[in-house]
Nanobody, 127 residues
Framework: VQLVESGGGSVQAGGSLRLSCAAS????????MGWFRQAPGHEREGVAV?????????YADSVKGRFTLSRDVESWNTVFLQMSSLKPEDTAMYYC?????????????????????WGQGTQVTVS
């Protein structure tokens, strides 16, 4: 499975950015796909995840109401993370991630260690 990210960059507080992640090369009937982030000196934390077969989404409390995870209606294997009302504390490297079925890995301690597929990461800086 390959995950190719795009988007990210620098923005002022209150601004918006959109991240994209395109997946290829997998044959799972369903997959959990979403984003983690990691700031310097901090552990990698789950941001948002979608269970693709139902398009059920869940979010970290810190981003609820500000971030939206959606799926490209034309390209079923691409998800978008729309980030609005950005805050300096959202500054981090954002990683697209995918893993079959176990969406709880986005939220439980040590979960990232068991996530099966990762993108290369894209930097988001909010000043």
């Amino acid at each position: 499975v390959q995950l190719v990210e795009s988007g990210g960059g620098s923005v002022q507080a209150g601004g918006s950015l959109r991240l994209s992640c395109a997946a290829s090369g997998y044959t799972y009937s369903s997959i959990c796909m979403g984003w983690f982030r990691q700031a310097p000196g901090h552990e990698r934390e789950g941001v948002a995840v979608m269970y693709t077969s139902t398009e059920t989404t869940s979010y970290a409390d810190s981003v609820k109401g500000r971030f939206t995870l959606s799926r490209d209606v034309e390209s079923w294997n691409t998800v978008f993370l729309q980030m609005s009302s950005l805050k300096p504390e959202d500054t981090a490297m954002y990683y697209c991630a995918a893993t079959p079925d176990h969406c709880e890995l986005f939220w439980v301690p040590g979960g990232p260690n068991h996530v099966t597929h990762w993108g290369q990461g894209t930097q988001v800086t909010v000043s």
